[in-house]
């Protein structure tokens, strides 16, 4: 069975950091990305890796404080974020598609069919 399951979210103050994971069971994962959606907003794609070659993809959003990288031995990858803002509170997801694509569409959340449940980041001013 497929499963992934995030952790390390949490409460900040503007301009902390947070380090988020997401492990996957039931099967190998060659693409993985996290999105974020905020009350009342759509899902946001904001990195995703290829864990075979590392190849990253970041949205313009997020360039420079948001890190995505993996451990292949332990099929997770991890979401490093620094100088978080209150804008930025949501729940984080990780998800991994059937068929692993990486490409610029690599963000959109149609391309992706299993997700976890999401772990919640908050960000006070």
């Known amino acids: 069975q497929t499963q992934l399951m995030e952790s390390g979210g949490g409460s900040v103050q503007a301009g902390g950091s947070l380090t988020l994971s997401c492990a996957a069971s039931?099967?190998?994962?060659?693409?993985m990305a996290w999105f974020r959606q905020a009350p009342g907003k759509e899902r946001e794609g904001v990195a995703v890796?290829?864990?075979?070659?590392?190849?990253?993809l970041y949205a313009d959003s997020v360039k420079g404080r948001f890190t995505i990288s993996q451990n292949n031995a332990k099929n997770t990858v991890y979401l490093q974020i620094e100088a978080l803002q209150p804008e930025e509170t949501a729940m984080y997801y990780c998800?991994?598609?059937?068929?692993?694509?990486?490409?610029?569409?690599?963000?959109?959340?149609?391309?992706?069919?299993?997700w976890g449940q999401g772990t919640q980041v908050t960000v006070s001013s």
């Open positions: 890796i290829r864990t075979p070659t590392g190849g990253t």
């Open positions: 039931g099967w190998t994962v060659y693409v």
């Open positions: 998800a991994a598609p059937r068929t692993p694509g990486f490409n610029s569409s690599s963000l959109l959340p149609e391309h992706y069919n299993f």
